[in-house]
T-cell receptor, first 114, second 116 residues
Framework: AQSVTQPDIHITVSEGASLELRCNYSYGATPYLFWYVQSPGQGLQLLLKYFSGDTLVQGIKGFEAEFKRSQSSFNLRKPSVHWSDAAEYFCAVGAGTGTYKYIFGTGTRLKVLA | DTGVSQDPRHKITKRGQNVTFRCDPISEHNRLYWYRQTLGQGPEFLTYFQNEAQLEKSRLLSDRFSAERPKGSFSTLEIQRTEQGDSAMYLC??????????????FGPGTRLTVL
């Protein structure tokens, strides 16, 4: 069965520091992968997606992610974190044909220190 | 295009009461999804509509839950005889079909349900 693991429940970084959020997936075929961000009281906003092609994907707000098939990973990175990046981040995998539903990880809550 | 909207944003109810939530997707999107998100968890899939047809229901969707999308536009999710375990954020998402299947889903702000 498809699954997504986000090993870090909480991460704290200082403003200006680099960031990497980990995501590992389990899926039999070529996955469709997504990163969403959720601020308090808000819905989910898409940061970036991977469907095929270049394994380094650029997204909004200066985020990027790299698909590594050999490691079943799709880690999210940002070179310099801003205080406004504090939020919860969810990795998701497209769970097969038919409904095109997503399977989400449990999320990583990011805290940014001034 | 005002995005996906959900109503109400918050609902507090007593155990045993019925509640109904509404979702208005982005107008040209024919795929509509409901997810449930509990504290500390990621969203979990509940059900999917393509136009007015409900094509999949999760095992999470017990007999007390029913969803409709009568004209292929807005959707409603009803919970009958609510239980405290139903307390969660209910998220609606919509997407437009893409050749090859997957496309990004656009999420609404959610309806937070509290069952007392």
């Amino acid at each position: 069965a498809q699954s997504v693991t986000q090993p870090d429940i909480h991460i704290t970084v200082s403003e200006g520091a680099s960031l990497e959020l980990r995501c590992n997936y389990s899926y039999g075929a070529t996955p469709y992968l997504f990163w969403y961000v959720q601020s308090p009281g808000q819905g989910l906003q898409l940061l970036l997606k991977y469907f095929s092609g270049d394994t380094l994907v650029q997204g909004i707000k200066g985020f990027e992610a790299e698909f590594k098939r050999s490691q079943s990973s799709f880690n999210l990175r940002k070179p310099s974190v801003h205080w406004s990046d504090a939020a919860e981040y969810f990795c998701a995998v497209g769970a097969g044909t038919g409904t095109y539903k997503y399977i989400f990880g449990t999320g990583t809550r990011l805290k940014v220190l001034a | 295009d005002t995005g996906v909207s959900q109503d109400p944003r918050h609902k507090i109810t007593k155990r045993g009461q019925n509640v109904t939530f509404r979702c208005d997707p982005i107008s040209e999107h024919n795929r509509l999804y409901w997810y449930r998100q509990t504290l500390g968890q990621g969203p979990e899939f509940l059900t999917y509509f393509q136009n007015e047809a409900q094509l999949e229901k999760s095992r999470l969707l017990s007999d007390r839950f029913s969803a409709e999308r009568p004209k292929g536009s807005f959707s409603t999710l009803e919970i009958q005889r609510t239980e405290q375990g139903d307390s969660a954020m209910y998220l609606c998402a919509s997407s437009f079909p893409r050749s090859g299947g997957y496309n990004e889903q656009f999420f609404g702000p959610g309806t937070r349900l509290t069952v007392l």
